[in-house]
């Protein structure tokens, strides 16, 4: 990392001898691929550029550290900082996560004009005079290509120590040479707040968890880590590094987990089969939830499977080419106000089959006029208000039976909509709406 603490670059004006910089350990300069997610971090192909762990100077604890980066675009030679309009600058922001306390960063969309060095300016005044700032410049991008997700994402085991496993991308621009597991907080989200001239703030979930580097693309998360009754987004992230090992490309595949404690399951119900995900790159703004698959090797007539979709105000379920045809659906979750409406399709629409059906009663579709199962569904009925997280792999358990033996490697879609947004419901609905709407400034 290459410092400098007193010197003059353009805005840089006052003497060192009477001020002192802040401190601050490494910088970071990625391309950042993010599936959708509920934490709040931007979708997309982005830049983050920033530095870790920013101090003021031991002589003024407590003290606010004003920073911003600049970029001199390809192909522009840029003269003074303060007065050249060629240079780009971004505001600096600073989020004290538990795993990475005190970081400031910034992003944007990727742009290849600007994969160059950022150079980072740290101050203990709002004048960046010299004595007062640390300079830092970011490493490069270069030609690096984005990352692609993984092709799915498993999670087995519902307590507090699950396996997480994916598949890896067919292809990739260049090599994967790290994989790693993060866990967030979205129950206790930070605080992040500008560090700029303008002052701004929002939320993002808490990253509180990162796994060593994996050998395999399957990992069980450790005791001690999570606890029920909270929500969590877990990550799976490909990495291409530099030759220092530092991340120069990452892709974040993002699903939610809360983890069911089974004392609070229906009796009978255990062994719940968790979907696999494909994860969401970016959408057009549409809250369409994200489509999970399922690949349970035994169902059948006799018994009962029950399984965790993600739902917001309902779910559709679809059979795979082969699989019997649904016979019965039994809500075990009992959200809102614990009646749900049974959706079936004739051919054309979908028609209104069964308009209470409560929590833990059944309703069989070959005994209400479908005598050979159906191949889908839907669920309705559940109230927004209910705050079912349509990213959470464990937040609503449902039990289906089929008309024969076979297997299920069927698909649920959650149906989401665009609600007016309660104090307790901000976190979700800022990832889910207006995130996916295209919202790319923040990581």
Request: charged share 10%; glycine share 10%; hydrophobic share 40%.
């Amino acid at each position: 990392m290459k410092a400098f603490a007193c010197t003059s670059l353009g805005l840089l004006t006052a003497a060192c001898a009477l001020a002192a910089p802040p401190t601050a350990e490494t910088s970071f300069h990625i391309r950042q691929a993010n599936s959708a997610n509920s934490g709040n971090f931007a979708t997309g192909d982005i830049a983050v550029v920033g530095i870790l762990n920013v101090q003021p100077p031991v002589g003024n604890p407590g003290g606010y550290v004003y920073g911003f980066v600049a970029n001199c675009p390809t192909g522009l030679t840029c003269e003074s900082l303060a007065t050249d309009p060629d240079w780009r600058k971004l505001g600096l922001y600073e989020r004290d996560w538990t795993y990475y306390p005190h970081q400031y960063f910034a992003s944007t969309p990727y742009d290849p004009a600007l994969t160059g060095s950022w150079r980072l300016l740290l101050s203990t005044a709002s004048t960046y005079s010299a004595g007062n700032t640390l300079i830092v410049q970011t490493p490069t991008l270069g030609n690096v290509g984005m990352m692609p997700f993984v092709q799915s994402m498993t999670v087995s085991g519902s307590g507090l120590t699950p396996t997480v496993s994916w598949t890896l991308p067919a292809s990739t621009p260049d090599g994967i040479d790290q994989m790693r597991i993060r866990v967030q907080d979205n129950s206790h989200p930070v605080t992040v707040e500008s560090r700029g001239s303008v002052q701004r703030s929002f939320q993002q979930s808490d990253l509180i968890w990162q796994s060593p580097v994996i050998a395999s693309p399957d990992y069980t998360l450790p005791t001690g880590l999570l606890n029920y009754g909270t929500s969590y987004s877990i990550s799976i992230d490909l990495i291409h590094t530099r030759a220092d090992g530092s991340p120069v490309s990452r892709s974040s595949s993002y699903f939610d987990f809360t983890p069911i404690n089974p004392s609070t399951l229906p009796a009978g119900v255990s062994n719940i089969a968790l979907p696999t995900l494909a994860p969401v790159a970016t959408t057009s703004g549409a809250l369409a939830g994200p489509v999970y698959g399922f690949n349970i090797g035994h169902v059948g007539p006799n018994d009962i499977t029950f399984i965790d979709p993600v739902v917001a105000t309902g779910f559709s379920y679809a059979t795979g080419a082969g699989d019997p045809n649904f016979k019965s659906v039994q809500v075990a979750s009992n959200v809102g106000d614990g009646l749900y409406e049974v959706w079936t399709w004739n051919g054309g629409v979908w028609q209104q089959s069964a308009s209470a059906l409560a929590a833990g009663a059944s309703f069989d579709f070959t005994a209400h006029g479908f005598a050979a199962g159906v191949s889908r569904f839907q669920i309705r009925g559940i109230e927004a208000s209910a705050q079912v997280n349509a990213f959470d792999v464990t937040g609503f358990v449902t039990g289906l039976s089929f008309v024969a033996d076979g297997s299920f490697t069927g698909t649920m879609q959650a149906i989401t909509v665009a609600v007016p947004e309660p104090a307790t419901y901000g976190l979700w609905l800022a990832g889910l709406g207006a995130l996916l709407a295209g919202r790319r400034r923040r990581t």
